[in-house]
């Protein structure tokens, strides 16, 4: 599984971004996809997760309310969309694959998926 991610950019507090994740290769064996991000100086942490099939997701505490995560199957395609984003949402974002848990809330750790794509780097100035 190949996945790419894409969107970020430099945005002002209050405002919104919108990032992708194109998943190619053996996608048939994805169960779940996860977002994660990356501050500098910091540890990976969890963004958010949903199944495949979009059936079910999962959120941070720190984004819930403020983030919405979506599959788009025939596109092969997860998307986060971000809203109300605030300094401390700067991060390198990445997009990661799971193919073996399908209990999205259960998939909060880096070390659970199989699969990462390069990141993308969100700013968001105050």
């Known amino acids: 599984v190949q996945l790419q991610a894409f969107g970020g950019g430099l945005v002002q507090a209050g405002g919104s971004l919108r990032l992708s994740c194109a998943a190619s290769?053996?996608?048939?064996?994805?169960?779940?996809m996860g977002w994660f991000r990356q501050a500098p100086g910091k540890e990976r942490e969890f963004v958010a997760a949903?199944?495949?099939?979009?059936?079910?997701?999962h959120y941070a505490d720190s984004v819930k309310g403020r983030f919405t995560v979506s599959s788009d199957n025939a596109k092969s395609t997860v998307s986060l969309q971000m809203t109300n984003l605030k300094p401390e949402d700067t991060a390198v974002y990445f997009c990661?694959?799971?193919?073996?848990?399908?209990?999205?809330?259960?998939?909060?750790?880096?070390?659970?998926?199989?699969?990462w794509g390069q990141g993308t780097e969100v700013t968001v100035s105050s």
């Open positions: 990661a694959a799971d193919p073996t848990r399908i209990i999205v809330s259960a998939i909060r750790r880096a070390d659970q998926y199989d699969y």
């Open positions: 290769g053996s996608i048939f064996s994805i169960n779940a």
């Open positions: 949903i199944r495949w099939s979009g059936t079910s997701t």
